[in-house]
Each structure stands twice: as C-alpha cells, then as structure tokens.
C-alpha cells in the first residue's frame, strides 16, 4: 500500500473563505471570489474567532510567560505594548516561581474578592496573585508586595489561555487544530 506520509492540512484564510462561499452557493466551483467577498468573509471570519474566544477554547492556545519582580511593586500590566509585553492572558491557569537556587514554589491565584482583603504594606515574597483581564490587555497583582530580595531573586512564571489570533493576510494559517476547519468553514457562513 502506498500512502502520502502527510498527517496535517493547512488551509489559508481566503481557502477557508472560498470553501465557505462555496457552502453558500455565492461562486461556483472554480470561480475565484470578489475582492469584496473576500474582504466580507475576512471580517466574518475574525467574527467567528472572536466568538470562540469567548468560549474558552484552552487546549491548543495555553501559553507560557515568565516575568521578573520589581522591588514595592504589586501590580504588572500585561498585553502586547505592556509592561509585561505578550499577549494578554484570557485566564491564567497555572503560576510559579522559581528563587535563585532553583525552587519552583506554587503561587495561589485567587479571586479579586480574596485579595482586595489581604493586609496593605506587606513586602516579602509572593505567595498570590490575582488576574484582571481588560480589553486587550490585562493586570497581574501579586501579594505580598515584592521586596528587595524578592525582587532580585525571584522569577514568576504563569501558563494561560492564550487569544486566538485573527486573520490580517489571505496567506496566513489558522491558529486551530485541523479538526475544527470543517466547523469554521461551515459556521462562518452565519456571519457571511
């Protein structure tokens, strides 16, 4: 038996917004889509994975950042342009820090509620943290409050939900298992 030996397919956006056109009936096999069907399907699109993002789709977009304390700092803003400069959590799943001499410590993460009642004016080395997230970008809050030593000793490191990405060029490959490009071609067409 003969086989391929390939195990993946990658479809462009404007593949995946001809397919959909298609579904549609708008173009006929073999006919290339407007530029304005295209520009349409884009948006749709974009739609699409921006209604899944508010779904929480956390196995394939987790992603990994480490950031390190700053000393009487309590609150980091993070997201693209932020001071910690990644895109922007989701939701934070998991987070740690690693000392000097290579202990990895769990940190809590705990709902605003809790931390809005821990004590002011504690500096030590943080044991808990809460995650705000905001509209493309959010804000990490540690307690206690980094000291010195906390600061120059200690890294943080979180794994997140990360976003999907959207699409903004017709070559570009979605950020989606294969398995899901038969259900967003055929939900795009909710949008077309």
């Given at each position: 038996m003969t086989t391929s030996g390939i195990t993946t397919i990658q479809y462009t956006r404007d593949?995946?917004?001809?397919?959909a056109l298609r579904k549609l009936g708008r173009i006929a096999a073999g006919q290339t889509p407007t530029g304005s069907d295209i520009s349409?399907?884009?948006?749709?699109?974009?739609?699409?994975?921006?209604?899944?993002?508010?779904?929480?789709?956390?196995?394939?977009t987790r992603?990994?950042?480490?950031?390190?304390?700053?000393?009487?700092?309590?609150?980091?803003?993070?997201?693209?342009?932020?001071?910690?400069?990644?895109?922007?959590?989701?939701?934070?799943?998991?987070?740690?820090?690693?000392?000097?001499?290579?202990?990895?410590t769990p940190i809590d993460i705990v709902p605003r509620f809790n931390y809005n009642l821990y004590p002011l004016g504690s500096n030590a080395t943080p044991i808990q943290l809460t995650y705000q997230p905001f509209i493309n970008y959010g804000e990490i809050k540690v307690w206690p409050t980094p000291d010195t030593t906390a600061a120059a000793n200690t890294t943080i490191y979180i794994d997140y939900q990360a976003p999907f990405e959207y699409f903004t060029g017709g070559t570009q490959t979605m950020g989606f298992p294969e398995e899901w490009y038969l259900a967003v071609i055929y939900l795009s067409l909710i949008h077309i």
């Open positions: 593949e995946l917004i001809t397919a349409d399907g884009a948006m749709a699109l974009n739609t699409w994975i921006a209604f899944l993002r508010s779904k929480g789709m956390p196995l394939w992603a990994e950042y480490s950031f390190s304390l700053t000393n009487n700092v309590s609150t980091y803003q993070i997201g693209l342009g932020k001071t910690l400069n990644t895109a922007y959590p989701l939701k934070l799943l998991q987070a740690f820090r690693l000392d000097s001499s290579t202990t990895k």
